[in-house]
């Protein structure tokens, strides 16, 4: 009786899991959907497009720039540039030289500004000071 029972039990379970092993080809087919909409790119799998086919003309052409002896002509320009900064750093110092900007009675003014008696003092726009 007990092995009676057991086999019904054993074959109702295998009976079940047969049914489950049909529905997993039907899963199958979701999931293979769902692999082809995974394909649009996401933050975990990003799409990085293949490299451009590059006919070997091309490639050659390149190898042979890159073959060209070196030259030094960013290296010249680069002290041209620097020879020219330093031209106009001298250039404003001695600019700064002249009593306008070194002198304080001119209170940056291009002349000095006069000096009237208090009575007749103006408001200066220039540095607003009365003078």
């Known amino acids: ?6 086999i019904v039990i054993l074959s109702a379970v295998f009976t079940f899991y ?10 199958r087919k979701k999931s293979s959907a769902q692999e082809r909409q995974s394909d649009s790119p996401t933050s975990l799998q990003p799409y990085f497009p293949e490299k451009d086919y590059v006919p070997e003309a091309e490639k050659k052409s390149r190898k042979k720039i890159k073959q060209q002896p070196i030259t030094y002509d960013a290296r010249e320009r680069f002290y041209e540039r620097m020879e020219e900064v330093a031209k106009q750093r001298r250039k404003n ?8 900007y070194s002198d304080p009675m001119y209170f940056g ?13 103006k408001y200066c726009k220039v540095c607003g000071i009365r003078h």
């Open 1 to 6: 009786m007990l092995r009676i029972g057991f």
């Open 109 to 121: 003014h291009k002349r000095p500004p006069k000096k009237r008696p208090p009575e007749k003092m």
């Open 93 to 100: 110092e001695k600019l700064m030289e002249k009593p306008q």
């Open 18 to 27: 047969a049914s489950a092993q049909s529905k997993g080809s039907s899963s």
